[in-house]
């Protein structure tokens, strides 16, 4: 993902892994992320250059964002 391709709201999750996380924008140089079924209100920060680690994702949320 580059920071253009990130959507506001949009599922996305870390290559690999089956965690799911809603995007919630950039803050300073963090891109937010709030993972789905997790009560905190930003569950990880990443960095422009880490983006590429990061999918959007059609799947499915499976409980409370």
């Given at each position: 993902?580059?920071?253009?391709?990130?959507?506001?709201g949009g599922i996305y999750k870390w290559r690999g892994q089956p965690d799911?996380?809603?995007y919630l924008g950039k803050n300073g140089s963090?891109?937010?992320f709030k993972?789905?079924?997790d009560p905190r209100a930003v569950?990880?920060?990443v960095l422009d250059e880490d983006l590429?680690?990061?999918e959007?994702?059609?799947?499915?949320p499976k409980g409370g964002a």
């Open positions: 993902m580059t920071k253009s391709e990130m959507k506001f799911l996380m809603v963090w891109h937010q993972k789905i079924g569950w990880c920060e590429h680690m990061i959007e994702t059609t799947a499915t």
